[in-house]
Nanobody, 126 residues
Framework: QVQLVESGGGLVQAGGSLRLSCAAS??????????MGWFRQAPGKEREFVAG????????YYTDSVKGRFTISRDNAKNTVSLQMNSLKPEDTAIYYC?????????????????WGQGTQVTVSS
């Protein structure tokens, strides 16, 4: 079991930055045995993959629209995963979710993530 709590969302102007954090509590398996992902869902749209990181941080993957602007990282000693978001655009506005997958490599499918946080709102004004 994994419990995930996101923080760091808010309102920011276009071109600004935000850093999202996700704190994990695990039972049974340790945090380092999960790959982690960030997803987002805008009003009226499906939840989409944003960024993912493998169990040891050795591999990362980003959706094309955020490459070069967002950076995902993890600290297995602190059971946390973060998403640094720079050069934010109005189209980045969404609820952002942290998720954990039992698959060690990076995976982009929502179906492969069994554990989800409650989400944090990110709003980018133009």
């Amino acid at each position: 079991q994994v419990q995930l709590v996101e923080s760091g969302g808010g309102l920011v102007q276009a071109g600004g930055s935000l850093r999202l954090s996700c704190a994990a509590s695990t039972s049974g398996r340790t945090f380092s045995t999960y790959s982690m992902g960030w997803f987002r869902q805008a009003p009226g749209k499906e939840r989409e993959f944003v960024a993912g990181i493998s169990w040891n941080g050795g591999s990362t993957y980003y959706t094309d629209s955020v490459k070069g602007r967002f950076t995902i990282s993890r600290d297995n000693a602190k059971n946390t995963v973060s998403l640094q978001m720079n050069s934010l655009k109005p189209e980045d506005t969404a609820i952002y979710y942290c998720a954990a997958s039992s698959i060690l490599r990076v995976t982009t499918s929502t179906l492969q993530y069994a554990y989800w946080g409650q989400g944090t709102q990110v709003t980018v004004s133009s």
